[in-house]
C-alpha cells in the first residue's frame, strides 16, 4: 500500500456517513464516498464525495484502477443489491481489499404481526384483505406495484418525491426523513387511520419505530426480505468496520 491509503466508501446510508466521518479522523487515509445521486439533498459527507453510477463492474474496475484506491467498503443500503454485485466482482479484478458494512436485520418479536415476502411486488399481493388504508414505506422507485390496488389508500413516505412522471397508487405522499420516534409514528398511524404498513426490512434503529409502533397498535406488517448479497467479509456495524480497516493501515 502507498503511504497514504485511499478508501472508497459505497454509501448512500446513514452507516456510511457515520464511517465516513470516524475513517477521516484517522492519519494517513484519504475518504472518499461515492452516491448514486438518487437523493436531492444528501447529508453532508466528510471526506470527499463523488456522485453517479460507475457503469457496472468494469466502470467500477476503471474507477478504482484510475483513483488508485486501496481499499473499498461497501456500506450501501442491503437492498442496493446490484451495486454490491458489481463492487465484489470489482475488487476481485482490481485485487484490493473488500468489506461490506451489513446492519443486521430486523428480527420478529413476540406480537408482531408481519407477513414476510420475497419482493415488492409479492407485498403488494401479500396486503391482507381487510386492510384498505396502508403506510407504504419503501422508498420512492418501486412504488409501481401498488397502482394495480385501485380500492387502496396508501400513504407514501419518502426523503424525495416520486419522478413526476410516474403514475402514483392511490393517496398522498408524505416527505420526510428519519430518524422517527415510536410516539409521532403511532401518531400518524392512528391519524390515517393505517390498517396494515408495507416495509422493507432495511435494518437499524433509524426507521424502527414504525415497526413497533405497528406492535403496539396490533397492525399487520407486510415485510419484505433483503436480496441475496455476495459473499465475502462483512461487518454489522461502523465500529467493526473502523477496526477491519485498522488492522490494513
Ligand atoms: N434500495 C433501497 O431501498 C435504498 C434505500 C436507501 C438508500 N439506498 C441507497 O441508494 C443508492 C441506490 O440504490 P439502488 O437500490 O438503486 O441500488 P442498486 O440497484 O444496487 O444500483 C443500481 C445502480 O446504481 C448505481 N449505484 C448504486 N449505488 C451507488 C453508489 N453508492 N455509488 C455509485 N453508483 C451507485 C450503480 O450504477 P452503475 O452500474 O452505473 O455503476 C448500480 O448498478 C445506493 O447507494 C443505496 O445505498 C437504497
Known sequence: MSETTRILILGGTGDAAALAAQVSLLSDVEVMTSLAGRTQQPSELSGSV???GFGGSEGLVRYL????????IDATHPFAAQISWNAASAVVEANIPHLMLV???????TDDRWLE?????AAAQAIPSNAQRIFLTIGRQQLAPFTLLTEHWFLMRSIDPPAPDIALPNGELLLDRGPFTVE???????QHAIEAIVSKNSGGDATYAKIAAARELEL????????TRPSGERVKDVASAVAWLKQRL
Open 184 to 190: 409521532n409514528e403511532i401518531a400518524l398511524l392512528k
Open 65 to 72: 484502477k484510475e483513483q488508485r484506491i486501496n481499499v473499498l
Open 50 to 52: 463523488r456522485v453517479g
Open 117 to 121: 415476502v420475497e419482493s415488492v411486488e
Open 220 to 227: 399487520p406488517v407486510v415485510m419484505v426480505q433483503r436480496p
Open 103 to 109: 446492519r443486521p436485520a430486523w428480527k420478529k418479536v
